[in-house]
Structure formats: structure tokens, C-alpha cells
């Protein structure tokens, strides 16, 4: 099941993240096509989502969202 990451970092052009489950193992995805490790703790995978949007926000500043 996909846990959206807070909606202030989330949401950035092109770039939504969400957590995924599988198994024991929690790990970020990415709209772009981008996917975290594998985390045993939540938290950590969240945290991988929300610096994979902050990294993209420079990217993409200034263009309208598509």
C-alpha cells in the first residue's frame, strides 16, 4: 500500500513520491521513475522520498508542472 510523503515536499513538477511496502521492507518510488533502497523502518524510507523531491525542487523551479 502507497503512504503519500507530506504534501509540501511531495509534489514537485513531475515528482510525486510515495512509500511502498513489499514484504518486511519499505522503500520509496518516485513518479519519475526513481526508487529509494529498501528500508526496514518507515521513517527511513520516508525521509528517502522527501530528499528525492528536495533534490528536485531546484530542478524544476520556475516551470509550470506539466
Do not use: I, K
Not at 526508487?35 to 531546484?58: E, F, I
Amino acid at each position: 500500500m502507497a503512504s503519500p510523503v507530506s504534501p509540501a515536499s511531495a509534489t514537485v513538477a513531475a515528482h510525486t513520491a510515495t512509500t511502498v511496502e513489499r514484504g518486511s521492507f519499505c522503500l520509496a518510488r518516485c513518479t519519475c521513475g526513481w526508487s529509494g533502497p529498501a528500508r526496514r523502518a518507515r521513517d527511513r524510507a520516508r525521509a528517502d522520498a522527501d530528499h528525492h523531491t528536495d533534490d528536485h525542487t531546484d530542478d524544476h523551479a520556475g516551470t509550470a508542472p506539466r
